[in-house]
């Protein structure tokens, strides 16, 4: 129904930066809100940052200063601005969306493959 391509991953090294970017496709109506997750090992996954359909930010605070999310609404595409990475940023990164779907008509979450971020001299 909808996909998500994740792509910009690598390694990196402390202090670095990096920018992931997310492409939705597919039977979309509208796409709500959109984010990004990311599991570290051993760890649960967690919420990085979101974006409403009005731009509207929501990041979360062990990021806040060095993370930004962004989304181009015309291209249905997803991104986040990494700055001043460190280590403990060493994750696989999810892109999510809140999709209202064309046929059927209605909302659901979608789950990018993920894309590895390593942070590391």
């Known amino acids: 129904q909808v996909q998500l391509v994740e792509s910009g991953g690598g390694l990196v090294q402390p202090g670095g930066s990096l920018r992931l970017s997310c492409a939705a496709s597919?039977?979309?109506?509208?796409?709500?809100?959109m984010g990004w997750y990311r599991q570290a090992p051993g760890k649960q996954r967690e919420v990085v940052a979101v974006i409403t359909s009005g731009g509207g930010t929501n990041i979360a605070d062990s990021v806040k200063d060095r993370f930004t999310i962004s989304r181009d609404s015309a291209k249905n595409t997803l991104y986040l601005q990494m700055n001043s990475l460190k280590p403990e940023d060493t994750a696989v990164y999810y892109c999510w969306a809140s999709v209202l779907t064309l046929t059927p008509r209605r909302t659901g979450d979608f789950w990018g493959q993920g894309t590895q971020v390593t942070v590391s001299s």
């Open positions: 597919g039977s979309i109506f509208k796409i709500n809100v």
